[in-house]
């Protein structure tokens, strides 16, 4: 079979890639080969294809679930809609699961889904009807449930899918009282979790502080602290660059200097204010026009200018041997997943790039996903129950404070210091805590194993050690 390519001759089929970055980690490993095969394979797919009414005739379409991993149930992974989806990617991007919930220990394996159509050529209505059509094949089929299998957003969906989902499931499954627990990424009304949408462009915002706070790794790629100031270029400005940009900018005195979009993109070496930019495409449907800015004429351009932090957060093989040495960043932030080749990854090292690869940065969204499962299983929401209790014992303390140093703490500290977790700070540390463990176990096994070579390998080493460790525990049945 042929697969999609580079004009340099890059195998851009990613489940190929990721199975050949599979292969480079496990080699250092000493875990038996027949288990690494056991992990590496992809354990199921459904594949599907059904009518769906559009306008005054039926259009098929072509769906697909894959399961890489039930070494933990459930099984987690977004759901893609686009018209470039395929079955290996999706099973590619169900292999990256596996390991993302490894690498942040959520208990799940991989999975993804995906339907091959445009969105954004079809109404609301329609997409709602391509979506539960979906849900009830899977349902058919026993490829979702809160204890089988839990899809999320990606690329094209977001939390109105999910809501349909999650809809169509409780219709179709009467009686569960632990249906919602069957999709994640709803709406916060609908059974979701605040917090969630932005998880993912939260986590790559605290994988980012994490790589920064290592000064001597830093001085390795040419780098040196604080992240304060530095300029960041985004591919990409939906769910995750939107969120990427606006915390990376409005909280850590980083500059937005450029934003690509699929109709090109825009440039400002003063800075792109974010919330702004998103008003103007909501208003025009693009971030072309932005007062103050120059346009960028293709969507690849984005990668190629000058700053210091890239974050491509669109799509896969976006940076390959056809533009790598053109790339000025001296990071580059894998928020998407799969953005940057083997090849080119190798290219990007030898100039001393520091690539902060996906399995571990964009694992935010699936760790707010576990959150948001447990609250639904719990059926409560974080907080509530300790919220005030909290309260009334750091009330206590400040009281304490003041008699025994005659010092009154003025209205506003008081105010500051008694305010007892919200949903959202739970949700917020939660995820800034499993970053911060995350990186630290991957920089550690690199530290102690350098011919591992960099993060990416040092991630796909320690996922596939947690992996090996429970399928040696479990033993096969039957
Ligand atoms: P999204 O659909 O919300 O946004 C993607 C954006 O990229 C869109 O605005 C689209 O117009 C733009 N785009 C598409 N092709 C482009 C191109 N060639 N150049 C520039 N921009 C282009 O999707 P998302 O949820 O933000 O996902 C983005 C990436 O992050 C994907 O790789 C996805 O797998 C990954 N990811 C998402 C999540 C999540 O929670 N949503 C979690 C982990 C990883």
Redesign the pocket.
């Known amino acids: 079979m042929s697969h999609p390519s580079t004009g340099k001759g890059e195998d851009l089929n990613l489940w190929n890639i990721v199975c050949r970055e599979f292969d480079k980690a496990a080699s250092r490993l000493g875990v038996p080969e027949g288990l690494l095969q056991q992990i590496k394979v992809c354990n199921a797919v459904y594949y599907v294809q059904f009518p769906v009414r559009i306008g005054d005739h039926y259009e098929i379409f072509e769906g697909w679930r894959a399961e890489h991993s039930q070494h933990r149930k459930p099984t987690k992974g977004?759901i893609?809609y686009s018209e470039a989806v395929t079955q290996d990617e999706i099973m590619a991007?169900a292999a990256l699961m596996t390991y993302k919930c490894a690498i942040v220990d959520v208990p799940f394996g991989g999975s993804k889904g995906g339907i091959c159509f445009n969105p954004k050529k079809y109404s609301r209505e329609q997409i709602e009807r391509i979506t539960r059509r979906y849900t009830v094949e899977l349902v058919r089929k026993n490829f979702i449930g809160p204890g089988i299998n839990v899809p999320?957003?990606?690329?094209?969906t977001?939390e109105q899918e999910m809501a349909w989902i999650a809809d169509t499931y409780d219709a179709l499954t009467p009686g569960q009282i632990d249906s919602l627990a069957c999709v994640t990424?709803k709406p916060v009304t609908q059974g979701g979790i605040r917090g969630r949408k932005e998880?993912?462009g939260r986590g790559v915002q605290y994988g980012i502080r994490e790589a920064f706070k290592h000064g001597e790794d830093l001085k390795k790629h040419g780098l040196s602290a604080p992240l304060e100031g530095k300029r960041i270029a985004v591919?990409?400005?939906?769910?995750?660059?939107y969120h990427v940009a606006k915390f990376l900018s409005e909280e850590d005195g980083c500059r937005v200097v450029a934003i690509?979009?699929?109709d090109g993109g825009i440039f400002n070496p003063e800075g792109i204010p974010i919330a702004p930019l998103g008003e103007h495409r909501a208003r025009t449907g693009s971030i072309r026009g932005f007062p103050g800015a120059r346009a960028l004429d293709r969507?690849g351009d984005v990668l190629e200018v000058d700053c210091d932090i890239l974050v491509p957060?669109?799509?896969?093989n976006?940076i390959t041997l056809d533009n790598a040495d053109r790339v000025k960043a001296r990071v580059v932030a894998e928020?998407?997943?799969g953005p940057t080749t083997p090849e080119a990854s190798e290219r990007l090292a030898k100039r001393g790039v520091l690539i902060i690869p996906d399995i571990y940065l964009?694992a935010g969204?699936v760790t707010v996903s576990y959150f948001e499962w447990t609250k639904n299983l719990s059926h409560i929401r974080y907080g509530r129950m300790e919220k005030r209790l909290d309260e009334i014992y750091r009330e206590k303390m400040v009281n304490v404070l003041e008699t025994t140093t005659h010092h009154p703490v003025d209205e506003k500290r008081r105010r500051e210091l008694i305010q007892g977790a919200d949903e959202v700070d739970l949700v917020n540390s939660g995820l800034e805590g499993t970053m911060q463990n995350a990186y630290r176990e991957i920089r550690e096994l690199l530290l102690s194993d350098p011919e591992l070579g960099d993060l990416r390998s040092a991630a796909y080493a320690v996922a596939i050690r947690k992996v090996a460790r429970s399928y040696m525990e479990l033993g096969v049945f039957p």
Do not use: I, K, Y
Request: aromatic residues 4%.
């Open positions: 977004g893609r991007l999320a957003p990606d690329l094209g977001g990424g998880a993912t591919q990409g400005f939906g769910n995750v660059g690509g979009e699929v969507p957060a669109a799509l896969e976006q928020a998407a997943n964009n969204g």
